[in-house]
């Protein structure tokens, strides 16, 4: 294999959504910047991304919407690239998109236009791209330069951007190498597991579980994380749907974010209503009815038998004490279940934990000792919401490591 001398300013691993914003941003600054990805196609989980749309951001951006082992880490590079900053990149190139419930931003045709997009932005900035380059090792010698060998080549530069994303999804080529390198170079990495995620249950669950696969209903999910002064509960309200291995749905993904194993987690299957005084309210003007007749004003009907058959006792409401209806309204309140896990990265939109924040600068992403190296995106222990958060962090941090080798290599 012969030895190549890239002659650049900067190394992005990674021509992904981080990778290639870091690169574009350093590049039409001036800088020389070579991208190297294994991959032979840029941008393969922005494609299949939103169903294909790609939520390409969302306009109700802030650090309170990540996961992180320092909550405010994400704020500096947020606020320096915004939600507002990439949609007015968007509307630039002309790319038509549309607003869903929440802020969420999604392209009217295909996640196709905003790859199209950033090569375009790459390409106006000469970034040298290859593709289907294999990295075999990578390296920092005395001098503090970079060296990067491939399959294909060894290229060296003074700055080294890892943008090559988590762990999940591997059919897409995801890997741990960015976790890899951190350890090499000295950095702490923050334990990784899978995020908006499918939940798994056993099989005791499963047995009831399975015959109300693909039923949704919409909840609400209480999520604490953090400790001390850094505690803080969410509720995420949206739909939930049952499958043959357990839950799904949007805020199923959002909880499995926060979930640990062996937590149980508490469903509201009345958001906003008071079930106490639902039950009781239709006991009174209703009672003559039946349980599972009044489950079935409440919960989809499969889901009323479960409920009925679980917790309600045959006969007319009539006969039933007030004490027998209010357990149950505290069912429909808070009803605790057990994952037994996840569906895993395989089905994992994103990956949480990664590098630690500690180690790096949250204006630029550097790590703090060892000059020219940069960890952004999915790598970083950051980990957003669904709805868009996840890439507007991939193109923060990717503009603020872009923009840091473009002001040190003026």
Known sequence: ????????????????AAGLMAAATAGQAGRRVLVVDHAPHAGRKILISGGGRC????????????????????KSALARYTAADFLALVQRHRIPWHEKAAGQLFCDRSARDIVDMLLRECAAAQVDMRLSHRIIDVARDGGGEYRVETDQGVFRARNLIVATGGLSIPKLGATGLAHDLARRFGLRVVAPAPALVPLTFGAQDREWMEPLAGLSVNVGIACRSGTGRHAREVIFRDGMVFTHRGLSGPAILQASSYWQPGQALDIDLLPGVDAGRRVLDIKRDRPRAGGLAMLSMLLPQRLAQVFAQAYLPEGQLAGMPDAVLTAVAHQLGAWRLNPHGTEGYVKAEVTRGG??????????????????LFMVGEAVDVTGWLGGYNFQWAWSSGHAAGQAVAERSG
């Open 1 to 16: 294999m012969k030895a190549q001398t890239a002659g650049c300013d900067a190394i992005v691993l990674g021509a992904g």
């Open 355 to 372: 590098v630690d924040t500690d180690g790096l600068s949250s204006r630029d992403m550097e790590a703090r000792d060892v000059p020219g």
């Open 55 to 74: 939520n390409f951001t969302n306009m109700d951006m802030g650090a309170s919407q990540f996961l992180s082992g320092n909550p405010h880490f994400a």
